[in-house]
């Protein structure tokens, strides 16, 4: 069996401007970065604003397990299956990180034949964007410790800087530093620290600005400290959103690739879900609907995380209301939630598999409160057997919920015929998106809402400095923004050892903060961390390259 990275590599790419011009967009909004990649000017949405929208299919999935659930894979495959149907489907993914493709997770351009090319590019740096992120959040912060430095006129209270730095890679030994040590020329000492890139605020707004001009809006609002009275401290007040948006500039434009069938696809911005919001720029979605019939667009690992975020946070910022809801699972993961260990996963056990139906259940009662009708994607692994194939089916068929199988790795678009089918069947439905809350419950509420009834939690358990803050953040007028929360992705609970459904636990909100910019405050759940670690064995010890230039081991 050949691996993804050699399926890739096999591929015969179009040139981008023919994968472009069967979009219909103009030769002068195309901006090409080599043969097989181009940014697309966003001010062709101001020529498309009076094309009727297509429909818009979110794809979501069970909580991930390290047996793979395909939410990629599916998501491009769907969209390949569609273009076989006649329709006019463009993908939306988000950028792959460089920290989870050199650490535990690889890449995330899909996999087998349902992958977005150039594959090695998409994982590797891409169109740089990522990267501007970095230097755009860390000009911030330089500024901010520069003006410490040059007699601090706006008064800030170095104790209360809640602007940390960013880089874009897993790096555990810079959660919790020291900064400025070594004298008075070298800045004023205080407590800091690294976050992921993908989880930085600048991140969020590209992802949520509407142009430039909302870009600067956005960027002069992020809240960076507080002075000695009290007074928050924006980098409007520091004056560094004007170059900090001219850094920005060019990873403004969505990226235009293609699937290994030459669908066209959109894949622009890298929030996490389990940190951050968790899906590609809202530009980049509003050109595809604009594009295309249907955009398929992936939320970021499970209902809990992406789903609920893309509901709560992208649809309000973006004005998007899905026609579909696509839940991705597999018997691997759902026997991995009844308690199999991934080295016992091939072979058959269907008591095991009952029991992961808890998980699955679960993600169905999420996707329902939200008015959107759902098709589960049963993702095919060759070692699943057709007792274990048949169970799942019947289990969400007794349910009354379309589900359908999808051999998308293998097959490509050919393996997702029939789930396609399914979805196009399903747009024909009764809709009634609504969002969880009202955004002007109080920020407690909120918190407690998405807890109870979408976590399955008993309960919340706030920290003074937490309580404190959500406390002061209504009072300071940041009450009605909708909460990002941040939590592990690996349990329903903010647990990563409870697999399943668990039960009789109460969530726990350690730290809250603001991200006034983007527009939404951010709740610290459990142990989650804003910066990663490496695992025992880094992916990227696999990762090599000859002489010849090919890349190896990226997975």
């Known amino acids: 069996m050949q691996s993804d990275i050699s399926i890739a590599q096999d591929a015969i790419l179009r040139p981008i401007d023919q994968i472009a011009e069967d979009l219909g967009i103009p030769e002068q909004y195309v901006i090409p970065y080599g043969k097989t990649k181009a940014k697309i000017d966003f001010n062709l949405l101001k020529e498309k604003k009076d094309v009727p929208d297509g429909s818009l299919v979110l794809v979501t999935a069970t909580t991930p397990t390290p047996a793979g659930e395909g939410k990629t894979t599916t998501t491009i495959g769907l969209a390949q299956a569609m273009v076989k149907m006649g329709k006019k489907a463009v993908v939306c993914l988000r950028e792959p990180s460089l920290g989870p493709c050199f650490g535990v997770k690889g890449g995330a351009a899909g996999g087998g034949y349902s992958q977005v090319l150039p594959m090695e590019e998409i994982n590797l740096h891409f169109t740089g964007d990522i990267h501007a992120v970095s230097a755009a959040h860390n000009l911030l912060s330089a500024l901010l410790d520069n003006h410490l430095q040059q007699g601090n006129k706006l008064d800030i209270d170095p104790r209360r800087v809640v602007f940390r730095r960013v880089l874009d890679m897993n790096d555990r030994s810079l959660r919790h530093i020291v900064i400025a040590l070594g004298g008075r020329g070298n800045g004023v000492p205080r407590e800091s620290g690294f976050d992921i890139s993908v989880s930085s605020e600048v991140m969020a707004i590209l992802c949520l600005a509407g142009d430039l001009r909302d870009l600067k809006e956005r960027l002069g609002k992020i809240v960076v400290g507080y002075t000695y009275s009290g007074q928050a401290i924006t980098a409007h007040d520091l004056k560094a959103e004007g170059a900090m948006a001219a850094l920005l500039k060019e990873a403004m434009n969505p990226n235009l690739v293609q699937t290994i069938e030459h669908v066209p696809a959109f894949v622009h911005g890298g929030p996490f879900a389990n940190i951050a919001h968790g899906t590609n720029s809202i530009t980049a979605t509003k050109l595809a609907l604009k594009l295309g019939d249907i955009a398929v667009v992936e939320a970021g690992f499970a209902s809990d995380l992406g789903g609920e975020k ?52 679960a993600h169905l009662e999420n996707l329902s409160q939200f008015g959107v009708p759902v098709v589960v994607a049963l993702n095919r692994f060759p070692t699943d057997t057709e007792g274990e194939t048949e169970k799942v089916l019947k289990h969400v068929r007794d349910q009354g919920i379309e589900i359908a199988l999808s051999e998308v790795w293998e097959k490509g678009g050919d393996g997702g015929i029939e789930l396609a089918k399914k979805v196009l069947e399903s747009m024909e439905g009764t809709n009634n998106y609504r969002p969880l809350y009202a955004l002007d419950l109080p920020l407690k509420e909120k918190i407690e809402l998405i807890a109870e009834r979408v976590y399955g939690a008993a309960g919340v358990d706030f920290t003074d400095s937490a309580r404190s803050v959500l406390a002061d953040l209504e009072v300071r007028g ?34 809250v903060r603001l991200s006034a910019g983007a527009g939404f405050v951010v709740p610290i759940c459990g142990t989650i961390m804003t910066m990663p670690g490496l695992p025992r064995i880094p992916a990227a010890e696999m990762i090599d390259i000859d002489d010849q230039g090919h890349i190896t081991g990226l997975s």
């Open 310 to 361: 893309f509901f709560d946070i992208a649809c309000r910022y973006g004005g998007f209301a899905p026609r579909v809801v696509v839940m991705v699972t597999s018997v691997r993961a759902l026997k991995m939630h009844g308690g199999v260990k991934k080295e016992n996963l091939k072979e058959e056990n269907l008591k095991a598999l009952a029991r992961g139906f808890e998980n699955l259940d």
């Open 478 to 511: 940041y009450g009605t923004l909708p909460v990002c929360m941040a939590k592990t992705q690996m349990s329903l609970s903010d647990d990563p050892q409870k697999v399943g459904r668990p039960r009789g636990w109460r969530l726990s909100v350690k730290e």
